[in-house]
């Protein structure tokens, strides 16, 4: 069946430094891939997302990579802040016609001062 | 503007008991989706909405039942609460004709005792 995981629960970063986040999927006909951060106590928020022809896509301070060959997706944060502390989420937008978002476990970054 | 609107936020339910959880968008989004989180795990899609009077089937629906008779509205229906519904719920709408991005509401907090 669609599955969407992560390789690491929790990341511990210094703050000022680059932060790798990853996630393995399964369902190699998603045409989406999307990442969420949720701060605690509240709903995922969007952050950025990339189509499944792509391998690349840059927003603010965020980059999100595509790997199709290992079915592995990344989130690369510039610069990490005490703000980007939270649980970060890849999911997959399932295709054919039924438009499924399928979340990964999640992982905790932790930015330490 | 509100988004997406949960009620209640937080909610305790005896074994057996029964509870709708509300939730509304404002957005006119076609897409509508109910979650649950338990804790220190991803997200599992309970029921979703492609549009009003079509509903289907999710990850976890066993013990839930959803209706939209609205685009606005799409409530979640526990009918005889057990403990492994103990869960945060968070609703989620979007438009998946022009982006990808699901923007949630807060959550609703459910124990059942």
């Known amino acids: 069946g669609e599955s969407v995981g992560l ?3 929790t990341l511990s970063v210094q703050e000022g430094d680059n932060s790798i986040i990853n996630c393995a999927y399964s369902n190699s006909a998603s045409d989406y891939f ?9 709903g995922p928020q969007f952050i950025i997302d990339i ?4 391998d690349k896509r840059q927003g603010q301070r965020v980059t999100v990579l595509l790997n199709k060959t ?7 944060i510039a610069a990490t802040q005490p703000g980007d502390s939270a649980v970060y989420f890849c999911a997959e937008r399932a295709t054919s016609g039924t438009y499924k978002y399928i979340f990964g476990t999640g992982t905790r970054l932790k930015v330490l001062a | 503007n509100a988004g997406v609107t949960q009620t209640p936020k937080f909610r305790i339910l005896k074994i057996g008991q029964s509870m709708t959880l509300q939730c509304a968008q404002d957005m006119n989004h076609n897409y509508m989706y109910w979650y649950r989180q338990d804790p220190g795990m991803g997200l599992k899609l309970i029921y979703y909405s492609v549009g009003a009077g079509i509903t289907d089937k999710g990850e976890v629906p066993n013990g839930y039942n959803v209706s939209r008779s609205t685009t606005e509205d799409f409530p979640l229906r526990l009918e005889l609460a057990a403990p492994s519904q103990t869960s945060v719920y968070f609703c989620a709408s979007s438009d998946l004709m022009y982006n990808t991005e699901a923007f949630f509401g807060q959550g609703t907090r459910l124990t059942v005792v």
Not at chain 1, 34 to 42: F, H
Not at chain 1, 51 to 54: A, G, Q
Not at chain 1, 70 to 76: F, P
Request: glycine residues 4%; positive net charge.
């Open chain 1, 7 to 9: 390789h690491l629960p």
């Open chain 1, 34 to 42: 999307i990442w969420y951060k949720q701060e605690s106590g509240k």
């Open chain 1, 51 to 54: 189509r499944s022809n792509m």
């Open chain 1, 70 to 76: 290992v079915k592995h997706l990344s989130l690369q």
